[in-house]
């Protein structure tokens, strides 16, 4: 009698064991389902086009890559200071296209070849910031994110120490990825190895990807724009690496391991999955990015043809996703097209700005439009 008492008892704490852990599951579904929702717009009274941009504390700033020009503007779209840059002498700025306020204010770029800039509130050029070695970057888009402020540090991608070539098939296996740069003394410190979950960490060839990663308090946050990764290190221990979570998207698609180096798959007969944009905030992490085009779709509707490359959008989903601190998962939010890229997402909780691809709604305008965006959690 008394085996057959504990044995009910046992088997009434394993379902109240896993009613509460069912409970505890349904929540965290509950709350993390999210949508995106268009609250507003401003108009700036420019013409131009946009190779990257900034928002921060009720301030952007963007960069024309034709007049190569930088324009700051404030919430309600006026223009506060604007100014182009000769490429060569004095006050001269070569492509500041990538653009990162402070909480302070201060504003620093990167051109997308990697040259370090710090800006003066009327944008004009205070300091270009010089390491002691060459970069041997030769691309890079500026909405990529891959420049922060830490600790008085900026922290960059910026490949070339030892003569390291960021286009080798194995850079990302044999070199530290990004360079820690003290802005009192000057000196670089290289950080950040890629860890072991990564394919990139083996001696097999893969596509060549966008790197992209942000900082929230002490901890980067790194991903690369094929894998499903994000890799998590702590900058207080000279960026130890910590732990990496996969943020599981439904579709993904992947051409896989290559068989020679240098061999490009993607956009030549199908499309991978790519993460497109990074936000790291204090209450989650946000992705931005688009699931991939299949093989037989790619090659009926000649997607690899340049005439055709906006007919990408007809055939792939964009999505956002947001990461929370406890490693749990947002739904996919949908992100439809007529959203370009976002400018910057400082919390989950506040709203943001987005540039509107008036090229994919199909209207032509003497101005800039920015959508104002909020996410919302699903009652």
């Known amino acids: ?3 057959v008492w504990i044995y009910l008892c046992l088997l009434v704490a394993f379902g109240l064991a896993c009613s509460s852990a069912d409970q505890e599951k349904n929540l965290i579904l509950e709350t993390n389902n999210w949508e995106l929702v268009i609250l507003d717009s401003i108009q700036v009274d420019y013409l131009g086009t946009i190779s990257g941009a900034e928002y921060k504390n009720g301030k952007g700033v963007f960069f ?4 190569n020009k930088l324009v700051a ?3 309600t779209g006026r223009i506060l200071n604007e100014n182009s840059f000769p490429y060569e002498g004095p006050g001269s700025l070569y492509y500041p296209s990538k653009l990162r306020f402070t909480e302070t204010g201060a504003l620093f770029s990167a051109s997308f070849i990697g040259w ?3 800006l003066n509130p009327d944008l004009t050029l205070k300091q270009e910031i010089k390491l002691p070695f060459p970069t041997e970057a030769r691309d890079g888009g500026g909405f990529y994110r891959t420049l922060e402020y830490w600790n008085n540090s900026l922290i960059s991608f910026y490949p070339g120490r030892d003569g390291a070539n960021p286009y080798d098939p194995h850079f ?6 990004l360079e820690k740069i003290n802005l009192e003394t000057g000196d670089a410190t290289p950080i ?3 860890p072991s979950i990564s394919r990139y960490a083996s001696d097999k060839f893969y596509e060549r990807p966008w790197l992209q990663f942000g900082v929230k308090g002490n901890t980067l946050e790194l991903v690369l724009s094929n894998e499903t990764f994000i890799h998590k290190y702590d900058l207080t221990k000279g960026g130890e690496y910590m732990y990496s979570i996969d943020f599981m998207p439904s579709k993904f698609l992947d051409n896989g391991e290559h068989s020679q180096k240098y061999q490009y798959i993607s956009g030549t007969r199908m499309l991978d999955g790519n993460i497109r944009q990074f936000f790291v905030t204090e209450k989650g992490s946000v992705l931005i990015y688009t699931e991939g085009i299949e093989e037989d779709v790619f090659l009926q509707n000649e997607l690899k043809l340049p005439k055709n490359f906006p007919l990408y959008k007809q055939f792939q989903r964009q999505i956002l996703r947001i990461v929370f601190p406890n490693d749990s998962l947002s739904n996919e939010i949908v992100v439809p097209y007529k959203i370009g890229k976002i400018l910057n997402i400082e919390s989950v909780e506040k709203p943001f700005y ?6 994919f709604i199909g209207e032509e305008q003497d101005f800039l439009t920015f959508y104002k965006l909020q996410l919302r959690r699903r009652e």
């Open 1 to 3: 009698m008394t085996r």
């Open 64 to 67: 024309n890559y034709k007049e």
């Open 73 to 75: 503007f404030d919430s």
């Open 116 to 118: 370090l800039y710090e």
């Open 172 to 177: 990302f296996r044999d070199h530290y990825l």
């Open 192 to 194: 950040i190895k890629i």
């Open 354 to 359: 987005a540039l509107r691809d008036d090229e």
